[in-house]
């Protein structure tokens, strides 16, 4: 059982920076890809940044280009996001997410963490 856990939100003022990792567990799938989500209080969750098993192709939201940058360590199975100039808009459950193809049913899986709270102070 693949399990995500998320670690690195906290509170900060607008224009600071936090970083937030996330740690995957157990059996993870071959050419997975992860990425980011967040959701604020009464929005629907959205799409913040992903990328691929290589490390490449990263996509990222227009609303946080140029402000964050997501990255990954394959041997320490996590993935990480770098949040610079941060707005209050960015407040938000931000939630790790991989999803692949399984090496040992070989179907598709999505695998989601339980989210780490992000608060940018005006």
């Known amino acids: 059982q693949v399990q995500l856990v998320e670690s690195g939100g906290g509170l900060v003022q607008a224009g600071g920076s936090l970083r937030l990792s996330c740690a995957a567990s157990g059996r993870t799938f071959s050419f997975n890809a992860m990425g980011w989500f967040r959701q604020a209080p009464g929005k629907e969750r959205e799409f913040v940044a992903a990328i691929d098993y290589s490390g490449g192709n990263p996509d990222y939201a227009d609303s946080v280009k140029g402000r964050f940058t997501i990255s990954r360590d394959n041997p320490k199975k996590s993935v990480y996001l770098q949040m610079n100039s941060l707005k209050p808009e960015d407040t938000a459950v931000y939630y790790c997410?991989?999803?692949?193809?399984?090496?040992?049913?070989?179907?598709?899986?999505?695998?989601w963490g339980q989210g780490t709270l992000v608060t940018v102070s005006a």
């Open positions: 997410k991989l999803a692949g193809y399984s090496d040992s049913d070989f179907k598709y899986h999505e695998i």
